[in-house]
């Protein structure tokens, strides 16, 4: 948070199979013991309680509930990478790499356009079963009093707000509700509340299937070709196989959409080839210093603290690191790279 002179961050270890959380933290806090002004309007906790539109990161869910409806089959299909337009609105990409490009490749390459593509031909109905799916229609499930409350848009059943949902926009959640979605992606499948306890292996709840087992394992080696080969290699820690998606949005500051004031998120799970834990961060308004290159977005923010974060818990969770393993990715591989 100091490195980015932003105004606050959040983060959260989040074990994939239980849901117990292993550690959270939000900045700025405060000492109770300290008498005087605790510039009470940045003192919350963002981790459960701070509701933000996380940008980029659920694209990797979008596309997950695209393969499991059987809207995306062929991971090698061409998509249309161009401007989309609908009505008098537009949706672009930042970075275009071309007119066209696969799914993976989206991904990789954190395109709007595609995702909006495959959200739209998703449809309404559907998307908005994902989020419930995921129980973002309801506050986070976790044994704490400050929870928010997800903000939806008026109006999600309009193609334009779909399709934009799909890529982040539009819909408020916290970053308590991503660690939960993201376990689910990368485990198999299996949605779980996350808890404060520590569980014994019997009162592990069943939880709730919410992705197909084969869509889990697509994902599993999509998240890790963000992080080898697209935004989230600043995350990469070398033996520990991060995988990840970044997210930038810009803030909603009384209504309307911030031009200087962005939320960036880095939502992950390690190790890909049999993932453990979730690992997620959320920087508050960062600033562009000498630290982040002076840019704002995830990849300069976020991503740089899991790559930080993961060497340093990843040996006391009990995950050593294996310059050897990694999850194959060979199958896909070709398909961002454009060869075999």
Known sequence: MLATNAIGAAGIVLDVDTGEVLAMASLPEFDPNVVGPSGAPNVFNRATNGTYEL????????????????????LSKSWDARTVTVGPRRITDLHPKGDVLNVPQALVYSSNTVTARVADQLGAERMQQLLVNLSMDKRPEIELYARGKPIWPADPDNRHTNMVIGYGHSLSVTPLHLANAYAAMVNGGIWRPATLQKLAPADVPRGKRVFKASTSAKMRQMLRMISLYGTGRSADAPGYRVGGKTGSAEKVIDGRYSKTKIISTFASAFPMDRPRYVVVVTVDEPRGTLASSFQRTAAFTAAPVVGKLVPRIGPMLGVRPDTNRDIDISDLKYLVEGRR
């Open 55 to 74: 940008g980029s990161t659920f694209k990797p869910l979008t596309v997950a509930a695209a393969l499991d409806a059987g809207v995306v089959s062929d």
